[in-house]
């Protein structure tokens, strides 16, 4: 009896410590999605003020864009892909906006 009240509550406290660490990693990775998008608006205003061919700079545009959204989708798929059996439910961010909303639901409650 004791073994298994030890194993549930293990069970237990690792899906608690999971969904903890699940929290900080959404807000650091909606953190960093806002430093690269600046990172690369400052590329792309760089861009404009310096002459270049308007084939060029919408090819930089275009890689701002694919950059941003390989971001994105990468964390979708590394957090997807990472829960623990224990959690193997309904996924619960599926798009990026989703993300965005909890991490500022998680901000707001603070």
Sequence with gaps: MHKLLSTALGIYHGLKSYQIIERFIIVYSISIDT??????????????????????????????RAMVEIFRKSILVIMNSARPPGASGKIRHNSWESLQEYAKRLKENK
């Design 35 to 64: 430093i690269i998008q600046k990172t690369l608006k400052s590329v792309s205003e760089f861009s404009e003020e310096n002459p270049g061919s308007p084939e060029e700079k919408q090819e930089l545009d275009a890689a701002c």
